[in-house]
């Protein structure tokens, strides 16, 4: 392929953030297409490449045998020829608190279209601010992409917390020859609650009671009849580097659907607010009425992209991130997503995205 092949994107539009560069590498990756994007986080604070975008970037150019063109920390350009995605051990380390779950998003479709099994060292933090929390990818992330007929081991070494990081993570995966895809759009009734109120460090175990005591008497205003457990633990030492605190509940359903809210505490911000913060964030996700939480709805795009025939989604109120991942998604492969507003009547913030997969093929298997 020639440069004038190269397909150009532009990183500062609608969500704008690293989400658009982790979804195109991996497409680019997946189809042996190559990238040239643009404006990369053109509107953040600190705009352009920050440590965990960059080590993400790096561990698809090692996975792929790729060459990688604008990779520095600030830089706003990048360029991206792919090769034969392998599998095999890949390190990726931000070096800072810089999300290891980020770094997940951007490996996890690459290693399962690869020849043999891969294993990921990730190393950077494992419950960030901004970023799913390593407990949400077990409890939650996990199970819900299974459904595409996939397995993924997940294994926390340590722990890290911001602004430190120093977890790790080892991600095992087994190619597929396909993906499958997915029908969420039954919710079912919401038959438990459980969750894990955590600290870390130095903070005092009662932190963890206080948030988990908060976050049960707010949803008992709302959920009278079910039973609610949250676990409130102290992370052991050998376990966690740096000091920590926070909250992730979810919420099962009768057809197997898993909803979440989660919280971090930080210095100041007193174990109620952050217990409270996590309940109101599952309230919300179990209001509208979808089969999934509004973190999972994005994280779904390019695995519905991907898999072999019609996959649909009950969601809530469709977010900017979602948004963001359709676009890229259908600007880079043949997929057609649609969105309609849900007709049943029972909630009106329900929506239904749909999509027709392209059924990737693992040719290296």
Same mark, same amino acid.
């Given at each position: 392929?020639?440069?004038?092949?190269?397909?150009?994107?532009?990183? &500062?539009?609608?969500? %704008? +953030?690293?989400?658009?560069?982790?979804?195109? /590498? #991996?497409? $680019?990756?997946? @189809?042996?297409?190559?990238?040239?994007?643009?404006?990369?986080?053109?509107?953040?604070?600190?705009?352009?490449?920050?440590?965990?975008?960059?080590?993400?970037?790096?561990?698809?150019?090692?996975?792929?045998?790729?060459?990688?063109?604008?990779?520095?920390?600030?830089?706003?350009?990048?360029?991206?020829?792919? &090769?034969?995605?392998? %599998? +095999?051990?890949?390190?990726?380390?931000?070096? /800072? #608190?810089? $999300?290891?779950? @980020?770094?997940?998003?951007?490996?996890?479709?690459?290693?399962?279209?690869?020849?043999?099994?891969?294993?990921?060292?990730?190393?950077?933090?494992?419950?960030?601010?901004?970023?799913?929390?390593?407990?949400?990818?077990?409890?939650?992330?996990?199970?819900?992409?299974?459904?595409?007929?996939?397995?993924?081991?997940?294994?926390?070494?340590?722990?890290?917390?911001?602004?430190?990081?120093?977890?790790?993570?080892?991600?095992?995966?087994?190619?597929?020859?396909?993906?499958?895809?997915?029908?969420?759009?039954?919710?079912?009734?919401?038959?438990?609650?459980?969750?894990?109120?955590?600290?870390?460090?130095?903070?005092?175990v009662k932190l963890a009671n206080d948030m988990a005591a908060a976050a049960v008497r707010c949803i008992r205003k709302e959920i009278r009849d079910l039973s609610v457990n949250i676990q409130a633990v102290r992370e052991p030492d050998n376990e966690a580097f740096g000091n920590g605190s926070g909250i992730i509940i979810v919420a099962e359903t009768s057809t197997g659907c898993l909803l979440a809210g989660s919280s971090l505490g930080k210095r100041g911000k007193n174990a109620d607010k952050v217990g409270i913060e996590a309940a109101e964030m599952l309230l919300g996700n179990l209001r509208h009425g979808g089969a999934v939480d509004d973190f999972l709805q994005d994280q779904l795009i390019i695995f519905m992209a991907l898999a072999n025939g019609i996959s649909r989604v009950r969601t809530g109120p469709i977010t900017l991130h979602t948004e963001t991942a359709i676009h890229f998604a259908e600007q880079l492969t043949k997929a057609k997503f649609t969105v309609t507003k849900s007709e049943d009547g029972s909630s009106k913030d329900a929506y239904v995205i749909e999509c027709q997969g392209i059924g990737l093929q693992n040719t290296n298997l």
């Open positions: 392929m020639g440069d004038g092949d190269r397909v150009e994107i532009d990183g &500062g539009i609608m969500e %704008g +953030g690293g989400q658009i560069l982790r979804v195109s /590498t #991996a497409l $680019s990756c997946l @189809l042996g297409i190559p990238l040239c994007v643009k404006n990369i986080r053109a509107g953040r604070s600190q705009p352009g490449l920050r440590p965990q975008h960059l080590s993400g970037l790096e561990m698809v150019r090692a996975l792929c045998d790729g060459q990688l063109e604008g990779g520095q920390i600030g830089s706003t350009e990048i360029t991206f020829t792919p &090769g034969q995605i392998k %599998g +095999g051990t890949h390190t990726a380390d931000t070096k /800072t #608190a810089g $999300s290891v779950c @980020l770094l997940m998003q951007v490996a996890m479709p690459c290693v399962l279209f690869a020849a043999s099994p891969s294993e990921l060292h990730l190393k950077g933090g494992t419950n960030a601010e901004m970023a799913p929390q390593i407990d949400y990818t077990l409890m939650v992330f996990k199970p819900m992409i299974e459904k595409f007929k996939l397995t993924l081991e997940c294994n926390i070494k340590r722990r890290g917390y911001y602004p430190r990081g120093g977890g790790e993570v080892i991600v095992g995966m087994a190619p597929v020859k396909q993906l499958s895809p997915i029908d969420l759009t039954d919710r079912g009734t919401v038959t438990k609650i459980h969750g894990r109120a955590f600290v870390a460090g130095t903070l005092p």
